[in-house]
């Protein structure tokens, strides 16, 4: 929607954004307590301002783009999350980039009918293990 019409609301919230991810930039690859006092004390602020900016466009229900904030708003205990928890990423791009292998391949074996539950189970077992540190080739 910003990239169509952008507003002052948005490019305020996409700024603020920025500004978190920025921050988890800095800390990425920290132990957990060093990123989690970096998120108490520099990126809580910052995500209740959002908060309040959100909830008040939500209250004007003018903009354009209240809809689209509206799902934002009602899943905050889940985008919060990781401020509660350093070893949690502010998303899930990982999980996002693993999987796509699985995707590409699973569009590939689109037609192929035997193995394809097999197939699924290893990709999920490998991903796992890379996931949590194991070499798969190991």
Known sequence: MHERVATPLTTDILERIGALYGIEAEVRGRPPDV???????????????????????????????????SPMARSDGALCRFLDDGRLEIDNNIAGRALRGVAV?????????????????????????????VDPQA
Do not use: M
């Open 35 to 69: 990123r989690l006092a970096a998120r108490h004390y520099r990126t809580k602020p910052l995500v209740d301002a959002l908060r309040d900016t959100l909830d008040a466009a939500l209250r004007r229900r003018q903009s354009p783009t209240w809809p689209r904030l």
């Open 105 to 133: 391949g699973r569009r590939n074996w689109l037609f192929v009918e035997d193995g394809r539950r097999a197939r699924r189970a290893i990709y999920t077992v490998i991903q796992t293990g890379k996931a949590i540190g």
